[in-house]
């Protein structure tokens, strides 16, 4: 069982809470768990910015293998501890999966290290190309799919070079953007992905749907690490062998 | 001219200081200048920790191309906006070396965002390998060279990985290291060089004073940029051209 | 079910072939397949170079999912057909994992393009560190492991950059190697393992066992390819999909 | 002095010949020839594929320190062994720029072992966006620059994804590819640039000049290999070294 939580920024105005319930009645994050959860080995629970502890105490992160994360404009209103805490707890094992406008969002600018800044405009129709179909994140998907709507980020995205960069979003206006990146930090695994302005379609798309369950299974750990530390002996791995004691892991 | 600036931390013991004189009578970043200005294109200024905004005022920063970086303990002496202010200079283009414990400095990372913790021991005897013979660093290096002594750091040591992963470091004691590592962060370009511990003779090898100078070069800035902004227009870049307006740059 | 295929290079000196019995009485690919096929989702055949098509006909290649190859030295006894219809499968979504010695397999050397030579000497004391611990491949794995005897391949290792470096041998004798690398080629994914020398008691070690099945979970085939064909249109994308016709897939 | 080569498919139905001239009275492998040589720092010949040995004689390769290939469909009238003579002097150090069609050009799908298949379609306007502005092959170039008409390559491109990804081209007609490519193979390094269609104005184009300038000095040579020889040693570097023996480099 893959255990996700899907972290919300609520905090919008009262005009937009409308529009983005028009679109999307059920919530989007509740919309994202839905589909999510069609797959029986991946359970979810949706947390929000307004709760407590910013919706991530310790009890809810023990209990997180993959995080998506939905944020838009209220980068600053995350503590810079709730930012930091997330990144550790990446660099330990847990997946993270930021949507959207999360590009900027403070957990992912640590764990890139770059301003993730970028070009943007209002609503364009977007064509999203795979550009490595081998990729596990790519499966079961056409080379490419059509957004009708969404809002235009393009380049240049001020990124790492991904790991491995799976699409590449086409806007009619004459822009382009690496909207679909995998990084590896630490004994983590990231994926960001472009497309899910909250008054837009995108998480009614099947396509879209199959991308982020498939980056769940992508992003869920494979290994864990409990400290942060560094490791010291007076010994050499080599004489530490011999001698039959253990060679301190990570 | 590329406009070198050495940053080095002169914080240590007394007893410390006197063994680092001992091993280079002219001072470590004094070294360190001294092999990098044989070449003429090459213009090096030595600052350290104890001087006012940590060595690093903005007039400073303004004329340096590239940044070493030397540092060994004093990590949490480094202001935290001094810490910010350099990695944003990277971000905007000037290149920057951290040396032999700077693995640990705060602006790497802030650039690399993961937790740059290692496996060490002292000194033992090093074999360096060269992975990458293709990399304008390894320019004029044989396959391999050695450090009869230096600090042992061995893996896992938690970084993205490399863009470019140069040199990888043996040591006696049954530990591996990737010594020399490539990063491209921003406008700007990273090399962290392993091999540089203050009692040991690394910077009097011909072979380390020519992998940086390498560096240097290598990662002297081919861009910049002034701001770390979203760039925002109403129209699409395809309009905006058609219409002979100009296309926001960076 | 992942349908793997263990390729064996089973031409060896009379010598020879009883010094193989001797480590694995069972056969050094029987061995192979038995470790896999403790996971009950992997079912193994084994075929070998003296067989019709050089082992692998059409029908064997069209039932493989990912195909292990184990050679040592009849590199050029496989047929240049053989090598580029293998790594035509590969192009087109089959997982490929080159074992040991066949870091110079005709159908590798294809994939990589380089020329995939290397230092050598025979048998050694390797310790095999993890460099990549967030990788499926490294999955259960310690920061290191030991390997009394292997043969020892060191670098200069002529491959591309591999897209993943998870593990890096260390030998006593002064050398280090990639030893096990992830590329991405086409559709299909290829991890190359360098222990496994036929006298030596690699594929008995329980680590290892692990990190090939790891690897088999992780070179299955999540896309697929018929053709390595060029697409034309005479119309763009936009419009074919504005005409609600298809567009055409890979 | 960098000693450019620029090799030339100059096999044409006659119609397309006067086409080109109308382009590029100059010749079109003249034009490139030209605008690189207005840097005193590089020397330029022109080869054609009807010349003998194809133009490729190892007296020409002897003095070839960056060749630039374009060609556009008489791949398969390259002989094997020119091919393979021109994909070992890049794994021995000679730098290589397959321009446009030579996405398909022999030697480079040896160099990448993948099909470098792509989809297709006569001109379009293209619009080709920086990705990577800290890269030496961007310098002083604007984040985007406009091509009214290109013949229209797009994903998805069946290439290794590329060390380092330089630009991507957006076609308003859909489709976007990934245009400006880097490789490191061997001791040589490659970039792959997608426009230069014959009968369109690329070469013309003050930015692509720059790009193809910046591309020959980055390519050039930093190191040099004779053979691609395996290396064989009795005892271990550390016993050689201790021995005072030379250590085989590559």
Not at 132 to 160: K, R, W
Not at 161 to 186: A, I, M, N
Not at 210 to 215: E, H, S, W
Request: hydrophobic share 40%.
């Amino acid at each position: 069982m893959i255990r996700v939580t899907v972290w919300y920024e609520n905090m919008f105005h009262p005009q937009t809470q409308a529009a983005v319930k028009a679109m999307y009645p059920l919530g989007l994050p509740q919309t994202i768990a839905a589909f999510l959860e069609r797959d029986p080995q991946v359970a979810v629970r949706v947390v929000t910015m307004d709760q407590p502890a910013c919706g991530l105490p310790d009890e809810v992160l023990d209990e997180t293998d993959v995080l998506l994360w939905w944020s838009h404009s209220g980068y600053d209103l995350v503590p810079d501890e709730v930012a930091r805490k997330v990144a550790d707890r990446v660099l330990k094992g847990m997946g993270f999966i930021p949507l959207h406008s999360a590009h900027y969002a403070k957990p992912l600018r640590l764990l890139l290290g770059t301003s993730c800044t970028l070009r943007w405009r209002e609503a364009d129709y977007e064509r999203l190309w795979c550009v490595m179909p081998s990729h596990p994140i790519a499966a079961g998907l056409p080379v490419c799919i059509e957004l009708p709507e969404e809002e235009m980020y393009g380049e240049f995205f001020d990124i790492p070079q991904p790991d491995e960069l799976v699409f590449t979003g086409w806007f009619r206006g004459g822009e382009l953007f690496r909207s679909g990146c995998c990084w590896y930090r630490g004994m983590g695994k990231v994926f960001y992905f472009q497309p899910g302005h909250e008054t837009h379609a995108a998480y009614h798309n099947p396509y879209v749907q199959q991308i982020l369950l498939n980056a769940v299974h992508w992003a869920a750990p494979t290994a864990r690490r409990e400290q942060l530390f560094f490791l010291h002996d007076d010994l050499g791995t080599d004489e530490l062998a011999r001698q039959g004691r253990p060679v301190p892991q990570y």
